[in-house]
């Protein structure tokens, strides 16, 4: 699909979004329900009610881009969220898996790999 930086976050909705809403109006909850700055290159996605459509929206040089899928079968699989939480920040690979209809709570990751403590000189 698209590569993206590690400085990219993904801020995904909890609670479904009507898919009629247009750029203004998701940059409306953006802004109001999160308190995100909608210029910063992040992007912001959304789920409808049935869970079969999604729209991710984001900031690139000089104009808003919106992209939009329909599965034509079978529904967006959500990662856990924390209860009373409004939305929930993903991963390039995390958004990724989740556009291609991957269960992102089933997947199970590697530990990362860490530089082991230097001691003493």
Known sequence: ????????????AV?????RKS?????ALVRTAWG??????HLFAFVSRKGDRIKVLTWSRGGFVLLYKRLEAGRFRLPPVDAGAQAVTLD???????????????????????PPERTGS
Do not use: C, H, K
């Not at 750029?23 to 940059?27: C, H, R, T």
């Not at 995100?36 to 290159?41: P, T």
């Not at 898996?97 to 990362?112: E, F, S, T």
């Open 92 to 114: 390039a690979t995390q958004l990724a898996m989740l556009l291609d209809g991957i269960d992102v709570a089933q997947v199970r990751r590697q530990p990362a790999w860490t």
């Open 23 to 27: 750029i203004d109006g998701l940059m």
């Open 36 to 41: 995100e700055d909608v210029y910063s290159g």
């Open 15 to 19: 609670e479904p979004v009507d898919m």
């Open 1 to 12: 699909m698209f590569a993206l930086p590690a400085s990219v976050r993904v801020v995904l």
